[in-house]
């Protein structure tokens, strides 16, 4: 047994994948960190693939690279650091439409700016939902 072992806490959660699927299911995720936070770190961890419980019980690895949007609940604050929100809807590859508010760095220009000088996963919120976005897998930009 590994003495660093530290139990996950499973969430329930949509991913979004490149080839146009999409499933429903449970990922595990750190437990002290802050539900965007532990979400978001799931997608930048070091490791190849992510642990997936599927809705009928399945566990499945997924490949990180094939994950192109992560959307859970979400009821909390949104952290500081993400200054500009711009209502956007998103075409990701594998045809996939999500709408919402983009929380973005605040660099004081043009929106074009704001989207290059994102991180790899930029944050959508839609009601009581959060999306992490795959800014590389995003094909379409939409302000409506």
């Known amino acids: 047994m590994v003495d660093d072992y530290v139990q996950k806490a499973s969430v329930q959660a949509d991913l979004y994948l490149t080839d146009g699927s999409h499933i429903e299911g449970l990922?595990?995720?750190?437990?002290?960190?802050?539900?965007?936070?532990s979400m978001r770190m799931l997608l930048i961890d070091d490791r190849r693939l992510i642990p997936?419980?599927?809705s009928s019980g399945e566990l499945v690895f997924l490949g990180r690279g094939a994950v192109s949007a992560l959307r859970f609940e979400f009821d909390g604050d949104i952290p500081g650091g993400l200054g500009?929100?711009?209502?956007?809807?998103?075409?990701?590859?594998?045809?996939?439409?999500?709408?919402?508010?983009?929380?973005?760095?605040?660099?004081?220009?043009?929106?074009?700016?704001?989207?290059?000088?994102a991180?790899?996963?930029?944050?959508?919120v839609a009601d009581n939902l959060a999306v992490w976005l795959a800014s590389d897998l995003i094909i379409k930009w939409e302000a409506p």
């Open 52 to 54: 997936f419980r599927g």
């Open 119 to 124: 991180d790899a996963w930029m944050l959508l």
């Open 27 to 37: 990922v595990y995720v750190q437990p002290e960190m802050s539900l965007l936070s």
């Open 84 to 117: 500009s929100s711009i209502h956007m809807r998103t075409t990701l590859t594998g045809g996939h439409e999500l709408e919402g508010v983009l929380h973005l760095p605040d660099t004081g220009g043009r929106i074009s700016d704001m989207l290059d000088a």
